[in-house]
């Protein structure tokens, strides 16, 4: 039972490695500009440019793809969104 449960642990592993790349290598061959989606539409260039730096889109495929660009960090995952300037979800109710 013991090697049954080390064999599935060890396919899982491969698995979501395999699909870790997959899905990584498929974002990077797709056409469009990641960054620039992300920036959005009023995004400056020199914003552009840092949010290819922090996504690692600036190094060679095989460096990013090898290292994940520190996407996949638990601590690095929400930092640009909790120092990006808030958004507001709809207008003051109180302007009416």
């Known amino acids: 039972m013991t090697l049954f449960l080390l064999h599935r642990a060890a396919l899982l592993v491969v698995s979501l490695l395999a699909a870790s790349v997959l ?37 060679p495929l095989a460096a990013s793809t090898a290292t994940g660009s520190g996407v996949w960090s638990p601590v690095t995952s929400g930092a640009r969104c909790s120092t990006a300037p808030p958004c507001p979800v709809s207008s003051p109710r109180s302007s009416r």
């Open 23 to 59: 899905v990584f290598l498929t974002l990077r061959l797709l056409p469009g500009d990641v960054a620039q989606t992300i920036g959005g539409i009023k995004a400056t260039p020199a914003q552009v440019s840092a949010v290819r730096h922090d996504l690692g889109l600036d190094r």
